[in-house]
């Protein structure tokens, strides 16, 4: 993949049927246990419980991704996944996505997004906690290979 501008403008849209390859490609790239399999990520196309978002730039269709859950009944909406391309990172995509996820969570009146991420994983942490997300817990090997993980939580102004 040739690099990618870092003023390329980063748009995001909602991932379709067409994305399905690059989706479980990425998934397998950045996550080794707790990853979506194709048939999950199948379903969540078509879910009213669930938003995935792809994120491209100029003529790179696909760059990243993020997963939002949603529940009858509650406002809390969480964040289930999202991943850049090792490519792409630290140029504002990752920011982008996680944007647009509290974007379709505001629309779905939701008032709070809530996510789990890894207590080793730097980068996240540093993502979220830039953008406004607090620390509220800690799940105790809360991961298949037994990792801890944080919980963060955001209000959605
Ligand atoms: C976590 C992850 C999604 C971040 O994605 P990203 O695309 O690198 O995110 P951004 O580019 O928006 O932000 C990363 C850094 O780049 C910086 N950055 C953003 N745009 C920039 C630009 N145009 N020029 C220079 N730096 C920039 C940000 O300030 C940020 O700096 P920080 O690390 O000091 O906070 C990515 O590392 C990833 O996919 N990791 C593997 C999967 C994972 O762990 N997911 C989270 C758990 S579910």
Same mark, same amino acid.
């Given at each position: 993949?040739?690099?990618?501008?870092?003023?390329?403008?980063?748009?995001?849209?909602?991932? *379709?049927?067409?994305?399905?390859?690059?989706?479980?490609?990425?998934?397998?790239?950045?996550?080794?246990?707790?990853?979506?399999?194709?048939?999950?990520?199948?379903?969540?196309?078509?879910? *009213?419980?669930?938003?995935?978002?792809?994120?491209?730039?100029?003529?790179?269709?696909?760059?990243?991704?993020?997963?939002?859950?949603?529940?009858?009944?509650?406002?809390?909406?969480?964040?289930?996944?999202?991943?850049?391309?090792?490519?792409?990172?630290?140029?504002?995509?990752?920011?982008?996505?996680?944007?647009?996820?509290?974007?379709?969570?505001?629309?779905?009146?939701?008032?709070?997004?809530?996510?789990?991420?890894?207590?080793?994983?730097?980068?996240?942490?540093?993502?979220?906690?830039?953008?406004?997300?607090?620390?509220?817990?800690?799940?105790?090997?809360?991961?298949?290979?037994?990792?801890?993980?944080?919980?963060?939580?955001?209000?959605?102004?």
């Amino acid at each position: 993949m040739p690099p990618m501008p870092a003023t390329a403008a980063v748009r995001v849209r909602r991932a *379709e049927l067409s994305d399905l390859d690059d989706l479980v490609a990425l998934e397998e790239s950045s996550f080794a246990p707790d990853r979506l399999s194709r048939a999950q990520y199948r379903r969540h196309l078509d879910s *009213e419980t669930a938003t995935v978002l792809v994120a491209s730039a100029n003529h790179r269709r696909f760059l990243g991704t993020a997963v939002v859950f949603f529940r009858k009944g509650t406002h809390v909406a969480r964040l289930y996944s999202i991943a850049t391309h090792v490519e792409a990172r630290g140029k504002g995509v990752g920011s982008a996505l996680l944007d647009a996820a509290e974007h379709v969570a505001r629309r779905r009146r939701c008032k709070v997004l809530r996510l789990e991420v890894r207590t080793d994983n730097d980068a996240a942490i540093r993502l979220y906690e830039r953008l406004g997300y607090v620390r509220i817990g800690r799940y105790e090997r809360y991961y298949g290979d037994g990792a801890d993980a944080w919980r963060y939580e955001k209000r959605l102004g």
